[in-house]
């Protein structure tokens, strides 16, 4: 089955500096990558997704890449803020599956 | 807007009582599940269903049962609560196969067993 590693599992970054958060994922079928951000005491969210047939996604400061050679999906968040503090989790899953994979979280703080 | 709420916010149960989580979600999704999430261990897949009455074990099953008597509802129940099953408990809930794999995920249960 699916395995999805997620890196690094803490990240601390100055406010407006760019955070990014990169996941590896095992079989070449997964075809539908989410990104879910799980701020404090709250359910996680998707905020931006992207699908095998597209290298990149962007949705204002926040961009998805993937690499379906090497397998894996990377978040970018350029000038951060202290709202993006928060856990990050990326996700995988193959076609005709029914549940997705998670990787096991970022947890993201941004300094002021 | 997808609306996927849970019965309780907070639980405080004491060892050995049954309890019993529940999921509701207004969309007519068909895949529901029910994950348990501790600090630095993610997301830990318990069940989920694909359908009414259809269930599957996730990656940490034992412990727990589900139930899944209607589409909209999917509950999780814990037959003899233990120490070690404190923990928050998020449900969520898919539409496979038309391209909107995205789960939805409730507010989240915290259970506190004593």
């Known amino acids: 089955g699916e395995n999805v590693e997620q890196h690094p599992s803490t990240l601390s970054v100055q406010e407006g500096d760019s955070a990014v958060i990169k996941c590896t994922y095992s079989?070449?079928?997964?075809?539908?990558f989410p990104w879910y951000k799980q701020e404090l005491g709250k359910r996680p969210q998707l905020i931006i997704d992207?699908?095998?047939?597209?290298g990149e996604k962007k949705d204002q400061r926040i961009a998805v890449t993937l690499n379906k050679t090497a397998k894996h999906f990377s978040l970018h968040i350029t000038e951060t803020q202290p709202e993006d503090s928060a856990v990050y989790f990326c996700a995988a899953i193959i076609q005709g599956a029914q549940k997705l994979v998670f990787g096991q979280g970022t947890r993201l703080t941004i300094n002021p | 807007d997808v609306k996927v709420t849970q019965s309780s916010r907070y639980l405080v149960k004491r060892t050995g009582e049954k309890v019993f989580l529940e999921c509701v979600q207004d969309m007519d999704h068909e895949n529901m599940f029910w994950y348990r999430q501790d600090p630095g261990l993610g997301l830990r897949l318990i069940y989920f269903?694909?359908?009414?009455?259809?269930?599957e074990k996730g990656d940490i099953p034992e412990g727990y049962s589900v139930s899944r008597e209607k589409k909209e509802r999917f509950s999780l129940i814990l037959e003899s609560a233990s120490t070690n099953q404190t923990s928050m408990y998020l449900c969520a809930s898919s539409s496979p196969g038309t391209g909107k794999e995205t789960q939805y995920f409730g507010p989240g249960t915290r259970l506190l067993v004593l």
């Open positions: 269903s694909y359908d009414v009455k259809m269930k």
């Open positions: 079989d070449s079928a997964s075809n539908y």
């Open positions: 992207i699908r095998s047939n597209v």
